[in-house]
């Protein structure tokens, strides 16, 4: 009966999975529509962007990033209410055929049921925070109407524009950085991008195979550990969070050695949707360096 338990579990996850992934894709092409209708009165939307914030150049705000309906609601309960079927099912099965092992197969089907109830919880936690997170903004039609385009201009593999980026040497002087790792972010090729309705992910791609950044942070703010980007000993903590004015922030700090905290600051410019910007600041031992890296989109 244990057996039978497991299999019903992971048989109606794999159910709801498959519900989730097909609403989640029927959301995405309806925010993609709804984006193509919206399209006309994107510069509109960015003009008064810009009158709110007393910019010039105002790079979409934050909304939903994906969407511009509600926070998709996967209605967990009928999860749970499928499965309280199918457990009732096998408790009476077992009941009529097999008394002896009726307290198995309640044991059993309760554990499976408790799972399955604190998957719901933690899920409808973190949908709940994404809404209070998205309904401060979700208010201004102008911000609505640009999210999406932000998105779409930051997703992406961007090349390195070496020549209109700023030198690295001076951040690389203040981490005390050695000849071999100097040499690998020199060799820095791009940088990938990808944002999805709750997760910011970056990839820094190099010509050399063993230096790899990777770091993925959820939009709610909740802070994540990497690996320190200088390769030392030791992780990094950190968490995005998009600014008014649209524009990606990811917060870092690392501890000793040489032990500081930074930002990095990703935004595309209307003017130019093909070029990345990248404003980093380093802050080691009340020493400040800051530095622009430029990008250019891989077609």
Not at 148 to 171: F, R
């Amino acid at each position: 009966m244990i057996r039978e338990g497991i299999l019903v579990t992971f048989v109606a996850v794999d159910i709801y999975r498959s519900v989730a992934d097909r609403r989640r894709k029927r959301r995405a092409r309806r925010a993609q529509q709804q984006y193509i209708q919206q399209r006309s009165l994107t510069q509109q939307a960015c003009q008064e962007v810009a009158a709110l914030g007393g910019t010039n150049n105002a790079v979409p705000g934050r909304t939903k990033l994906v969407s511009f309906g509600s926070i998709g609601q996967e209605k967990p309960f009928l999860l749970l209410g499928l499965c309280t079927f199918l457990a009732v099912a096998i408790i009476l099965g077992v009941a009529l055929y097999a008394p002896d092992m009726l307290a198995s197969a309640v044991g059993v089907c309760a554990c499976s049921l408790l799972i399955i109830i604190t998957r719901i919880y933690a899920m409808m936690r973190y949908q709940s925070a994404l809404a209070v997170a998205v309904a401060g903004v979700a208010q201004s039609p102008a911000l609505a109407a640009a999210s999406l385009q932000s998105v779409q201009n930051l997703n992406g593999t961007w090349i390195k524009d070496k020549a209109a980026s700023d030198s690295m040497e001076p951040a690389m002087d203040l981490m005390c950085l050695n000849g071999l790792i100097r040499r690998a972010i020199k060799l820095v090729k791009g940088v990938d991008i990808t944002i999805t309705e709750d997760m910011f992910e970056m990839a820094v791609t190099s010509i050399i195979p063993w230096f790899k950044v990777r770091e993925r942070y959820p939009l709610t703010g909740e802070g994540r550990q990497h690996k320190r980007r200088d390769l030392r000993r030791g992780g990094a903590s950190g968490r995005v969070s998009v600014n008014p004015n649209g524009a990606f922030k990811l917060d870092i700090a690392w501890p000793e050695p040489h032990g500081g905290t930074g930002h990095d600051l990703f935004y595309v410019e209307d003017s130019e949707p093909n070029t990345l910007h990248v404003d980093s600041l380093i802050n080691v031992g009340g020493r400040t360096v800051t530095y622009n890296t430029v990008y250019r989109r891989r077609t």
